[in-house]
């Protein structure tokens, strides 16, 4: 009860701390947070809207979470965020309780719940508005309701039937690859172990029965109600075209993935490494666990599941982190119990590599001063690094391995400390609520104010006014919006005719434009601020 009650306290220190601090961040935030806004002003708990139309880019779980939120605490950044830290926090302890399940060694357990709190990735998906964290927590959930009741025939009926409802809010967080994920799990691992017979009991099929009665209705109504406008967003467009097409191609490499792996797990990055070794060479002396080859399986399977696909992006593979996590524990456990030279090794990697953050931090500190902390705050950050890096070298060479396991446990949650320090110099960097405050100051802000990409959905969600998007010569949105698209000098032109006056939220690439075709047209472009990477320009008549 001792450890739960830490790790509880531990789970609202890295989750919950802070989330206020920053404004809803562009675009993605203001994606949900807006969505749910306009379903709460329509009353609808079904269909997700939109700039005013519904849109289907995801299933309808995580906007209701965000409305229940916003009936406690409105839409602010720490109701908003209140939900994925939660499901971020119930993914720990449920790595806990399948590290218990799973090995005879407690520790393990707590090690595992201990690296994946504060793996610099995982951490920081539980902090945002995402669908992602929401997902993970029910894949994992899932998964280790299953382990349980492979474990415990006991309690296998009811297990069973708890790995399908997770399977079915899984699906309707995100789509169909919530039942594809951890099904294929289970049947590769009951496969590998000459058990298939298991999925043959009665409450296996009592599960199914329940899944389809909880998963399948929100579909079949969105198909009723929309037809093909619904099966063309949600399932060509954002499931089918994903697979062939890349969204971001700078992302579509073969080492996309397994990179991304390895930095997100930051400050574990060589454990992890080492912790694949031990499990491989369990594999070739065919001398391993069932709980090892279930968390290998688990891995392999959301790792394949998205490394064919074109359009790649590091959230995708967010439910593998919760297994990495708890092998890594497996793994640390192991060397502080047998292996002092291995985890000294381990441990002054480590500290060598927690550097590398704080003194970036210094460099860009001088360089880029108008995105991090002043040069004072950042050498205050360096002295208290090397001061805290220093006390877990003592540690090592006092063969305190465990203490300095739980300060390498601290590097994540102080850089995001870090983070919320500067917060008011990031701000204007990252959201689009100062801009906004200062539109609503100005005169005449009736028709559409012109945006870029990646301030559009921002400048809606604060202002709540009418938004169209100026893209010329870049990639449009992978998912259409129902907002007016000016990719060409020609329908730029054509949208500032009907404007006497146009107020604009644009990035310096599509200022340059706005200059260039105010210019051919004779209208008059003011500069009238600019917060962060966003300039606030009025174009007006010349005369006016």
């Not at 296998?156 to 799990?185: E, Q």
């Not at 579909?219 to 619904?230: I, L, P």
């Not at 990055?269 to 002396?285: Q, S």
Request: proline share 4%; charged share 15%.
């Amino acid at each position: 009860m001792r450890k739960i009650v830490i790790l509880l306290l531990l789970l609202v220190v890295f989750f919950f701390l802070g989330n206020h601090i920053v404004s809803l961040t562009n675009p993605d935030e203001v994606f949900y947070v807006q969505t749910a806004k306009e379903m709460a002003e329509r009353g609808t708990w079904s269909t997700p809207y939109l700039f005013g139309q519904p849109q289907f880019e995801k299933p309808i779980l995580t906007y209701d979470f965000l409305r229940l939120s916003a009936l406690v605490g409105g839409f602010t950044p720490f109701s908003m965020r209140f939900f994925p830290a939660l499901f971020g926090a119930l993914g720990v302890l449920a790595i806990y309780v399948l590290g218990i399940l799973g090995f005879p060694d407690r520790r393990k357990a707590w090690l595992g719940a201990l690296v994946l709190m504060s793996s610099f990735f995982y951490l920081g998906m539980g902090r945002v508005v995402f669908s992602d964290m929401i997902f993970s927590a029910f894949i994992t959930l899932a998964l280790v309701v299953f382990y349980w009741g492979y474990v415990t025939q006991q309690h296998r009926r009811w297990a069973f039937v708890l790995f399908y409802v997770f399977c079915a809010l899984a699906v309707l967080t995100k789509g169909p690859i919530g039942f594809l994920i951890p099904f294929t799990a289970i049947i590769l691992f009951l496969a590998i172990k000459g058990q298939l017979d298991v999925i043959m009991r009665p409450s296996f099929w009592v599960g199914l029965f329940l899944f389809l009665l909880l998963a399948i209705p929100w579909y079949g109504a969105m198909v009723k109600m929309y037809g093909n406008g619904f099966i063309d967003e949600f399932f060509v467009n954002d499931h089918i075209r994903r697979i062939f097409e890349a969204e971001h191609a700078s992302n579509d490499k073969w080492y996309f993935y397994p990179l991304a792996i390895i930095l997100g797990m930051f400050p574990w990055v060589i454990f992890v490494v080492t912790a694949f070794v031990m499990y491989g060479r369990n594999i070739i002396l065919r001398n391993i666990s069932s709980t090892r080859l279930f968390l290998l399986i688990w891995v392999a399977t959301v790792l394949l599941t998205f490394q064919f696909a074109h359009s790649k992006l590091v959230s995708y593979i967010l439910p593998l982190f919760p297994a990495l996590a708890l092998m890594v524990g497996d793994f640390l456990d192991e060397e502080l119990t047998r292996n002092a030279r291995t985890i000294r090794l381990h441990l002054l990697f480590s500290c060598l590599a927690s550097m590398f953050i704080p003194v970036v931090l210094l460099v860009f500190a001088f360089k880029y001063p108008m995105y991090l902390p002043s040069k004072a705050e950042s050498i205050g950050v360096l002295l208290f690094s090397f001061v805290m890096m220093g006390g877990m070298v003592v540690l090592v060479f006092r063969r305190k391995f465990l203490g300095c396991v739980y300060v390498l446990a601290f590097q994540t949650l102080f850089v995001f400390m870090c983070i919320f320090v500067s917060a008011h110099r990031l701000e204007d960097y990252v959201a689009s609520k100062n801009s906004a405050s200062f539109l609503k100051t100005q005169p005449e802000v009736q028709g559409k104010i012109l945006c870029s990409k990646m301030f559009l959905r921002g400048i809606r969600f604060y202002t709540n006014k009418d938004v169209a998007l100026i893209s010329i010569g870049r990639a449009p949105l992978f998912s259409p919006h129902p907002v007016p698209v000016l990719d060409d000098d020609a329908k730029v032109i054509d949208f500032l005719k009907t404007h006497p006056v146009t107020y604009c939220v644009l990035d310096s690439a599509a200022r340059e434009d706005i200059q260039r075709i105010s210019g051919l047209m004779g209208r008059r472009e003011e500069l009238l601020r600019v917060m962060g990477n966003q300039y606030i320009v009025r174009i007006t008549l010349v005369n006016s």
